[in-house]
Each structure stands twice: as structure tokens, then as C-alpha cells.
């Protein structure tokens, strides 16, 4: 897992020069497009083109949980030599409890109404 999280990462920024190549070929967002309310992952596109210019600040301000998951995918390039440390690995058996999946949904929806206050 750890190798396949580090190829992960080492493919994504390899990437990160065609970033807005390939920006150019994804199609709009189709909710704020119909509806004129953003989804919540709206501005993703523009923050990873912010981060493939080293704009942290901005990309955080299109997308924040998308720019944090995007670096924490970043991190995966130490996964190996963690593992080859015998680091503590998190326990991920079995269903989260129930706090962290409510924590989850509250994120979320805050996320989203950050969007949606942020684009008007």
C-alpha cells in the first residue's frame, strides 16, 4: 500500500507540468452549471493548477479539503521509508466510528457552504 501511495504521489507530480493541459480538456462542473450552485468539490481544477505553481494560499481559498487531500498525497512519497522504519501504521479495519463519520459529513457541508458563500 505504502509503495502504491508513493507512485501515487510521484505520478501526481509528474503530472503537474500538463496540469492545465489537461484543465483545458475537463468538461464544466455540470450542478453549477444547471443550477447555478457549485458542488462541493467546485474550484478543484483551480486549486491543483494553484499548487502546480507553488500557490498554497490560493489554491486553499478555490478548494480547501481538496488542497489538504492533494498534500497529504504528496506526503505518500515518505510512506516507503516509513514503513521500512517500521513506523506505527493507522488502523483502518473495519467502519469509522461513528464521531469521526459525523466530523466527516460536518466537514463537508461546511466545505460546501464555503463555496457557495465564496462564489457569490
Known amino acids: 500500500m505504502a509503495v502504491l501511495w508513493a507512485a501515487s504521489a510521484a505520478l ?3 503530472a503537474a507540468p500538463f496540469a492545465a493541459s489537461i484543465a483545458h480538456a475537463l468538461p464544466p462542473c455540470a450542478l ?3 443550477l447555478g450552485v457549485p458542488c462541493a468539490t ?3 481544477t483551480r486549486a491543483m493548477l494553484a499548487l502546480t505553481h507553488g500557490d498554497v494560499l490560493r489554491a486553499l481559498a478555490w478548494n480547501p479539503l481538496v488542497t489538504l487531500a492533494a498534500l497529504v498525497l ?3 512519497l515518505a510512506a516507503p521509508a516509513w514503513v521500512a522504519l517500521r ?3 493507522p488502523r483502518l479495519a473495519g467502519p469509522w466510528p461513528l464521531g469521526w ?3 466527516a459529513w460536518l466537514l463537508l457541508g461546511a466545505q460546501w457552504i464555503y ?3 465564496m462564489r457569490r
Do not use: K
Open 115 to 117: 463555496l457557495i458563500a
Open 32 to 34: 453549477h452549471q444547471w
Open 74 to 76: 504528496v506526503l505518500g
Open 101 to 103: 463519520r459525523i466530523a
Open 42 to 44: 467546485c474550484g478543484s
Open 12 to 14: 501526481a507530480l509528474a
Open 87 to 89: 513506523a506505527p501504521l
